[in-house]
T-cell receptor, first 110, second 116 residues
Framework: NAGVTQTPKFQVLKTGQSMTLQCAQD?????MSWYRQDPGMGLRLIHY???????DQGEVPNGYNVSRSTTEDFPLRLLSAAPSQTSVYFC?????????FGPGTRLTVT | AQKITQTQPGMFVQEKEAVTLDCTYD???????LFWYKQPSSGEMIFLIY??????QNATEGRYSLNFQKARKSANLVISASQLGDSAMYFC?????????????FGTGTKLQVIP
């Protein structure tokens, strides 16, 4: 049981490049979420999903897209990277009240 | 709207002493949950403890207890017998139903340093 996995662990992008952050869980959880963590600001919700085929925006969705074709996977796409998207990204899944977090992806946009 | 406030950016505690990390919240929901997470320097988010808004007893998990005062809208974390491994960032969070989804809102965190 791997829990929540995220790839890559680290990534450096140039402004304007696109990329996909991968997230997978093997706990058959319906709810999955993406957060970003910036210094002094805690975690902020980017997008979330309540099941396969159903996604919605969180607090800070601009510049990001998501899709959920399977229960297990919830990728986050950066369409055109900007320096403001330099952050640590966490994926989480949950069934009840407890969220299980992935190890995070540290993204730097230059 | 939900809001979590953690007013202590940083705290020090002597090893083996108890420490209280403050958390206040604001919500208009009647049903909600309150959490604490630990984030060590390695970066992972570790779930510590949960309290439901209708739970009458304070939650406890080993050395962690959540001091829930509903009327004051506070959910302080108490760590007893601090250990060096407790040095980390601690985040208070709350969840409430938001369009069929348990939306979780996080505070800005408190950095705890345990002194030998």
């Amino acid at each position: 049981n791997a829990g929540v996995t995220q790839t890559p662990k680290f990534q450096v992008l140039k402004t304007g490049q696109s990329m996909t952050l991968q997230c997978a869980q093997d706990m058959n959880h319906e709810y999955m979420s993406w957060y970003r963590q910036d210094p002094g600001m805690g975690l902020r919700l980017i997008h979330y999903s309540v099941g396969a085929g159903i996604t919605d925006q969180g607090e800070v969705p601009n510049g990001y897209n998501v899709s959920r074709s399977t229960t297990e996977d919830f990728p986050l796409r950066l369409l055109s990277a900007a320096p403001s998207q330099t952050s640590v990204y966490f994926c989480a899944s949950s069934k009840g009240y407890e969220q299980y977090f992935g190890p995070g992806t540290r993204l730097t946009v230059t | 709207a939900q809001k979590i406030t953690q007013t202590q950016p940083g705290m020090f505690v002597q090893e083996k002493e108890a420490v209280t990390l403050d958390c206040t919240y604001d919500t208009s929901d009647q049903s909600y949950g309150l959490f604490w997470y630990k984030q060590p320097s390695s970066g992972e988010m570790i779930f510590l403890i949960y309290q439901g808004s209708y739970d009458e007893q304070n939650a406890t998990e080993g050395r962690y207890s959540l001091n829930f005062q509903k009327a004051r809208k506070s959910a302080n974390l108490v760590i007893s017998a601090s250990q060096l491994g407790d040095s980390a960032m601690y985040f208070c969070a709350m969840s409430a139903l938001w369009g069929g989804y348990q939306k979780v809102t996080f505070g800005t965190g408190t950095k705890l340093q345990v002194i030998p």
